[in-house]
């Protein structure tokens, strides 16, 4: 079996970094088309306020969006260095969990998402729930969850700096 059209998710964390630089790896060892994926968590469509009137104000992602845009195309540059003719970025507003796990990969057929462990700390993952665990559960395709460094050391988020990809 290969896959054919391979999903990162990108939210600026060590493990998302290492998702990356391991994707490229198994892109080039497939022939895959490369999706990177960021979600701003937000709200998707309008919403309404306190009395059910409303919209939520679009342009406060807009900060958000740009800094990710500038980001992913940073990546695609990288990915195209190693190889990759085919990339695809997007960065999308709305529930992390449902975008990443099952929006996109159901619009896009993806066939393989390649996300990091975790790109919160340990609380923040018992208020919110890991994107990990639910992208794992959800997904109508493989994942694969990074956990370790291109070395198969494990990843150290306490580490200031980021590794090298």
């Known amino acids: 079996m290969s896959y054919q059209k391979i999903l990162v998710g990108i939210d600026g964390s060590k493990q998302s970094d290492m998702a990356f630089a391991k994707s490229l790896e198994v892109a080039k060892q497939n022939g895959a088309k490369l999706y990177l ?55 999308e507003v709305g529930n992390a969990k449902l975008e990443l796990a099952e ?41 694969t969850v990074v956990k370790t460094d291109l070395d198969n050391h494990k990843i150290d988020v306490k580490k200031n700096s980021y590794p090298e990809i």
């Open 37 to 91: 994926l960021s979600v701003i968590n937000g709200e998707r469509l309008p919403s309404g306020g306190p009395n059910g009137y409303g919209f939520v104000d679009r342009s406060i992602y807009k900060p958000a969006i740009e800094t990710m845009k500038e980001k992913l195309a940073e990546y695609e540059k990288r990915a195209q260095a190693a190889g990759i003719t085919d990339v695809v970025t997007a960065v």
């Open 103 to 143: 929006n996109y990969p159901k619009q896009n057929g993806i066939d393989l998402i390649l996300i990091g462990a975790t790109g919160l700390n340990v609380v923040g993952r018992l208020i919110v729930g890991s994107t990990a665990v639910y992208t794992i559960r959800e997904a109508p395709c493989d994942v």
